[in-house]
């Protein structure tokens, strides 16, 4: 009785609720972002005819996928033609199960596990199987290219971002992202966090893990899976409609998600910069949010900047520059925690 009055059954659906609604709510705001920013650096408005600002676009352009006819092809096979889309959206929306936003564990996350970080490499990497069988399923010899490509791109770039996670992973002797966040706090405040440690080691982990992040989640300049000038759409040629918008859900919904573990991981997690007043009022989910929003704006940024890569220039920059950087670089991590140890 006492343990069901310290932990109410309401608990985890709460939390569960918080966590898929803030991921799903963040998506419209994330379009409306992305055109309002892109637009800025290309010095245009952007939407600014439905609602004040184009504030009411994203709503718009829901509907119109709503009521959007469902095109079904021919020959697709049907049954992984449908599965497809839940196959990429699930894995997203279940990945930030384990990222705590804050010191309060009352509120998130949904599963505060001792193998957090494990369980997040394995739903991130189970997205990469909805745009195979999405592409295969259409019967589209550009949609299938279109998943071949994110295979190929995805298992390159795992191996990189995995060996600078596991720089955190030796830093922190614990896969709780909990314990990764708190191995952050000190006097120091932001000099701290696993980015400047043992300069300029951490900092090499996180650009690796940075370049790593866009490509896992096929952003601009690697957005090759879904290239409109080489493959018409990629692997959603085929689809339309809600099953469309799925897809367009879940690249989003990856980019909280990705920035979320970065910010976890390198950033301090809900730390403040500094740690002395006013900086220590802000309460730590409000600092998470902004260093998220920081992350975000970035994916932006870069999309806005460099154009897309040859898919050749895409695996010699995964497998000769990144690869063995992080091999070198995790090796000398470890290096010198022995020397200290």
Do not use: C
């Given at each position: 009785m006492e343990t069901l009055l310290q932990n109410p059954w309401f608990v985890i659906p709460l939390r569960i609720v918080i966590v898929v609604g803030f991921v799903l709510t963040a998506v419209p705001v994330l379009v409306w972002v992305e055109r309002r920013v892109l637009a800025l650096m290309q010095i245009r408005k952007g939407p600014n005819r439905v609602g004040p600002a184009g504030l009411l676009q994203p709503i718009a352009d829901g509907i119109k996928l709503f009521f959007k006819e469902d095109v079904l092809p021919e020959k697709v096979d049907r049954f992984i033609y449908f599965l497809a889309p839940a196959g990429f959206l699930i894995p997203v929306l279940c990945a930030p199960a384990v990222i705590p936003w804050g010191p309060d564990d009352r509120l998130t996350p949904i599963a505060d596990v001792n193998i957090g970080i494990l369980f997040l490499l394995a739903m991130t990497s189970l997205t990469v199987y909805g745009i195979i069988l999405a592409g295969w399923s259409s019967n589209n010899k550009y949609s299938l290219l279109g998943g071949l490509r994110a295979s190929a791109q995805t298992i390159s770039y795992e191996l990189a971002m995995g060996l600078s996670i596991l720089s955190v992973v030796l830093l922190t002797?614990?896969?709780?992202?909990?314990?990764?966040?708190?191995?952050?706090?000190?006097?120091?405040?932001?000099?701290?966090?696993?980015?400047?440690?043992?300069?300029?080691?951490?900092?090499?982990?996180?650009?690796?893990?940075?370049?790593?992040?866009?490509?896992?989640?096929?952003?601009?300049?690697?957005?090759?899976?879904?290239?409109?000038?080489?493959?018409?759409?990629?692997?959603?040629?085929?689809?339309?409609?809600?099953?469309?918008?799925?897809?367009?859900?879940?690249?989003?919904?990856?980019?909280?998600?990705?920035?979320?573990?970065?910010?976890?991981?390198?950033?301090?997690?809900?730390?403040?910069?500094?740690?002395?007043?006013?900086?220590?009022?802000?309460?730590?989910?409000?600092?998470?949010?902004?260093?998220?929003?920081?992350?975000?704006?970035?994916?932006?940024?870069?999309?806005?900047?460099?154009?897309?890569?040859?898919?050749?220039?895409?695996?010699?920059?995964?497998?000769?520059?990144?690869?063995?950087?992080?091999?070198?670089?995790?090796?000398?991590?470890?290096?010198?925690?022995?020397?200290?140890?």
């Open positions: 002797g614990s896969l709780s992202m909990r314990e990764m966040v708190l191995n952050q706090q000190g006097e120091l405040g932001l000099l701290n966090w696993h980015v400047f440690r043992f300069f300029p080691l951490g900092l090499i982990a996180t650009g690796i893990f940075l370049v790593a992040m866009l490509a896992e989640t096929n952003r601009a300049p690697f957005d090759l899976p879904e290239a409109e000038s080489e493959l018409i759409a990629g692997y959603h040629t085929e689809y339309s409609s809600m099953k469309f918008a799925m897809f367009f859900m879940g690249e989003y919904a990856s980019m909280v998600t990705i920035s979320a573990v970065m910010v976890t991981l390198f950033f301090g997690g809900w730390l403040s910069p500094l740690p002395f007043a006013p900086f220590t009022w802000i309460p730590g989910p409000i600092w998470f949010l902004i260093k998220l929003g920081v992350f975000i704006y970035l994916f932006i940024w870069v999309r806005a900047t460099l154009p897309r890569l040859r898919y050749d220039m895409l695996m010699k920059l995964g497998w000769l520059r990144l690869l063995p950087t992080a091999l070198v670089n995790l090796f000398l991590v470890a290096v010198i925690l022995w020397w200290r140890s």
